[in-house]
């Protein structure tokens, strides 16, 4: 299972909060250990959530970095001809190369490329250098496979 663990963090936490909930449903009674009082129990419904929260903290960094790639992305396509674009290139594919190493593929019905493309758009400035941007494409203009390089 500890393989698991190192391969897919978000795969491993759905399974072991499932199993930590059968169990606890399955578990008539905890036993007190010598000497500890009888009504003592882990707080079994937040150790399940935080095994979970590991699992979905992996996916929200994959979204977070796909977010900033396409945002610089797109800040480099609107003002081609400002003196950063050489930063935001860089900095789109360095983001990008961080959501390819941790991405998982149980991770692929959790993220939503187009939803992420949209927010990185409603998040462009009005203008770079006193300049608007030029147009750019209104809908995600990638797919999942091909920012996995696949």
């Not at 003592?40 to 994959?62: F, K």
């Not at 959501?99 to 939503?112: F, L, V």
């Amino acid at each position: 299972m500890s393989n698991l663990y190192d391969a897919d963090v978000l795969t491993w936490s759905e399974q072991q909060a499932q199993l930590l909930r059968r169990h606890v449903a399955e578990t008539p009674a905890f036993a007190a250990e010598a000497g500890e009082p009888v009504n003592e129990v882990p707080d079994w419904a937040n150790i399940i959530e935080e095994i979970e929260s590991a699992g979905r903290s992996e996916a929200s960094a994959v979204e977070s970095w796909w977010f900033q790639a396409f945002l610089h992305g797109l800040k480099a396509e609107a003002w081609p001809l400002a003196r950063d674009v050489p930063h935001w290139r860089g900095g789109a594919r360095g983001f990008r190369a961080r959501a390819r190493h941790k991405y998982r593929p149980s991770m692929q019905t959790k993220i939503d490329l187009a939803g992420l493309y949209a927010d990185a758009l409603s998040a462009l400035p009005d203008t770079v250098d006193g300049q608007p941007p030029l147009p750019v494409p209104p809908a995600c203009p990638v797919t999942l496979d091909e920012l996995l390089g696949t």
